[in-house]
T-cell receptor, first 119, second 111 residues
Framework: DAGVIQSPRHEVTEMGQEVTLRCKPI?????LFWYRQTMMRGLELLIY????????DSGMPEDRFSAKMPNASFSTLKIQPSEPRDSAVYFC?????????????????FGSGTQLSVL | GENVEQHPSTLSVQEGDSAVIKCTYS??????FPWYKQELGKRPQLIID?????GEKKDQRIAVTLNKTAKHFSLHITETQPEDSAVYFC??????????FGKGTMLLVSP
């Protein structure tokens, strides 16, 4: 498996523009997570899905952020309109949850991230 | 919810020395404690993990210890090498909860 695939690797945009980040999880994984990483706040969980259904979006900073998972192999994170303070690295991650105490269920596999710069 | 504190935020050692990074957690229900290594410009990658029914786990030069009573766990790296230089993150979770990450420790190993 190629692992979690994210695109684009780098995105530079101007304030006010719409930004769409894409993620393909590892085949067979039933959980998908979107994280944001900054120097100040570290790794922040924005939202996660289980079997394509959003479970917890309490980490999404504002209504400008939205995420979708139309099928098991694709998810998007959209920022509209973008602002300079959105500049960060955005990671997608997936895992296979077998339940409490089951083998490798909680292991999280990260994508390479999208470095977003909003000017 | 869970809160994970990680110390130190930066750690500089000489090649060959040992390095220890410590984390504390707040939720006594947490039972899974992974450590991730993130090299500059790369993705975080799992290097070792431990469950609450185990007190210590080793994998070559790295080891993790867990003290459930005190609610803290530590990463130990022996015989450090320059390629160990990276940011290390601890995390904690239980059952179906999501991982809560510490803020990270930047480890610098000087030749």
């Amino acid at each position: 498996d190629a692992g979690v695939i994210q695109s684009p690797r780098h995105e530079v945009t101007e304030m006010g523009q719409e930004v769409t980040l894409r993620c393909k999880p590892i085949s067979g994984h039933d959980y998908l997570f979107w994280y944001r990483q900054t120097m100040m706040r570290g790794l922040e969980l924005l939202i996660y899905f289980n079997n394509n259904v959003p479970i917890d979006d309490s980490g999404m900073p504002e209504d400008r952020f939205s995420a979708k998972m139309p099928n098991a192999s694709f998810s998007t994170l959209k920022i509209q309109p973008s602002e300079p303070r959105d500049s960060a690295v955005y990671f997608c991650a997936s895992s296979l949850r077998g339940g409490v105490g089951v083998g490798d269920g909680e292991k999280l596999f990260f994508g390479s991230g999208t470095q977003l710069s909003v000017l | 919810g869970e809160n994970v504190e990680q110390h130190p935020s930066t750690l500089s050692v000489q090649e060959g020395d040992s390095a220890v990074i410590k984390c504390t957690y707040s939720d006594s229900a947490s039972n899974y404690f992974p450590w991730y290594k993130q090299e500059l410009g790369k993705r975080p990658q799992l290097i070792i993990d431990i469950r609450s029914n185990v007190g210590e786990k080793k994998d070559q030069r790295i080891a993790v210890t867990l003290n459930k009573t005190a609610k803290h766990f530590s990463l130990h790296i022996t015989e450090t090498q320059p390629e160990d230089s990276a940011v290390y993150f601890c995390a904690a979770s239980w059952g179906y909860s999501t991982l809560t990450f510490g803020k990270g420790t930047m480890l610098l190993v000087s030749p």
